[in-house]
């Protein structure tokens, strides 16, 4: 997830574990069976699709990505962006960490190209003035 820290720093590490967790579950409600989902650290994810080659590979990563940030959307009301990058196997390396170490250049290369990445920082500010009121009005009752 792009910008994920401002997320910490501005509404504490409870409500990042809540928005981990909803895009954890996103992806993980969006494959199949055969895939494998986990959390790498941070606000890193690494889903391994087998069977899935050549242009499809980008298609159906694009599909999560997509899912993902709607359910984002849909459960905490924040549009948050998601950069991605992904490897093949054999063509991007023969073993775990060659295909990991290619799929993270290929993602902060996607960080550095994606302008979403600006509007999930404004969305964010916006999210925490209206936290902000609605602190202030609660305090006020």
Same mark, same amino acid.
């Given at each position: 997830m792009d910008n994920f820290k401002q997320i910490n720093d501005q509404y504490g590490h409870i409500e990042g574990n809540k928005v981990l967790k909803v895009v954890a579950a996103a992806? *993980?409600?969006s494959c199949r069976g055969s895939d494998y989902v986990a959390r790498m650290g941070g606000d890193e994810f690494v889903v391994i699709l087998p069977g899935i *080659?050549?242009?499809a590979v980008a298609q159906?990563? /694009?599909?999560l990505a997509n899912f993902a940030v709607a359910e984002a959307r849909l459960q905490t009301g924040l549009d948050l962006s998601i950069s991605i990058g992904h490897a093949l196997f054999? /063509?991007?390396g023969d073993n775990a960490e060659e295909l990991l170490s290619a799929a993270d250049r290929a993602m902060y *290369?996607? *960080?550095a190209a994606n302008p979403e990445r600006l509007k999930s920082q404004r969305n964010w500010a916006e999210w925490a003035e209206r936290a902000e009121r609605a602190q202030g009005s609660a305090a006020i009752q």
């Amino acid at each position: 997830m792009d910008n994920f820290k401002q997320i910490n720093d501005q509404y504490g590490h409870i409500e990042g574990n809540k928005v981990l967790k909803v895009v954890a579950a996103a992806l *993980k409600n969006s494959c199949r069976g055969s895939d494998y989902v986990a959390r790498m650290g941070g606000d890193e994810f690494v889903v391994i699709l087998p069977g899935i *080659k050549g242009p499809a590979v980008a298609q159906r990563v /694009e599909q999560l990505a997509n899912f993902a940030v709607a359910e984002a959307r849909l459960q905490t009301g924040l549009d948050l962006s998601i950069s991605i990058g992904h490897a093949l196997f054999p /063509e991007d390396g023969d073993n775990a960490e060659e295909l990991l170490s290619a799929a993270d250049r290929a993602m902060y *290369k996607a *960080k550095a190209a994606n302008p979403e990445r600006l509007k999930s920082q404004r969305n964010w500010a916006e999210w925490a003035e209206r936290a902000e009121r609605a602190q202030g009005s609660a305090a006020i009752q």
